[in-house]
């Protein structure tokens, strides 16, 4: 789904998919080097994070293994608590292997910030994160991540595996939507 096929949803484009692309390959040549010597595994977040993750893997020079959880963060409306509760655990064993989490972004980083710690207790070789998307604006923990696609302002935003209310994650760019659709 293009941004022109919902346009009357939409307030603006934020990043085309062209933009998303270019940044992506960008993170994921300096992800190659950093790994050279590493088995890295990535480690996504479901469900936003699967565009991210399909379109970073895949211009990784080297085959790499992806495992992913699926988490709910409890709170009040739309507001992340940092109370979460794992609702899909990995397949995987990560004790002693260097893991790289792939997220769509990071709002309050309250999510994230629970999520590291609950990887990190697991004793993994290495932990980082890569974001696509960050926003320092709303940042209620700093979290320390070693690869952002963009630094964005503090509204929200859909598209390209990003949701509102399960709607908008196909389209291919993205952008903030339109007051009317929230009402
Ligand atoms: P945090 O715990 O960092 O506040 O929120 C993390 C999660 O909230 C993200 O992984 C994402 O699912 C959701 N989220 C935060 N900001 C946005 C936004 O601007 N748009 C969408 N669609 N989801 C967001
Ligand atoms: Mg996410
Ligand atoms: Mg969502």
């Not at 479901?46 to 085959?63: C, F, N, Q, T």
């Not at 990887?119 to 696509?132: F, K, N, Q």
């Not at 630094?151 to 291919?172: A, C, H, K, Q, T």
């Amino acid at each position: 789904m293009d941004a022109s096929d919902i346009s009357g949803d939409l307030d603006h484009v934020l990043y085309t998919e062209q933009q998303i692309h270019d940044r992506l390959d960008a993170l994921a040549a300096q992800i190659a080097v950093d790994y050279e010597d590493k088995d890295v595994l990535l480690v996504g977040v479901l469900k936003g994070a699967i565009m991210v993750m399909a379109d970073l893997m895949r211009a990784l020079p080297s085959s790499v293994p992806m495992d992913w959880m699926a988490v709910s963060s409890y709170g009040s409306g739309t507001k992340s608590s940092g109370v979460v509760r794992i609702l899909k655990d990995l397949d995987t064993d990560i004790h002693d292997r260097h893991v790289l989490i792939v997220e769509d972004i990071i709002d309050s980083g309250l999510t994230l910030n629970w999520i590291r710690s609950n990887l990190l207790s697991r004793g993994p070789a290495s932990l980082e994160i890569c974001t696509l998307l960050r926003k320092p604006d709303a940042a209620k923990v700093a979290i320390e991540c070693k690869y952002v696609g963009f630094d964005i302002p503090n509204e929200f935003v859909v598209g390209y595996g990003l949701d509102y209310d399960e709607r908008y994650r196909n389209l291919r760019d993205i952008g903030t939507l339109a007051p009317h659709v929230y009402s």
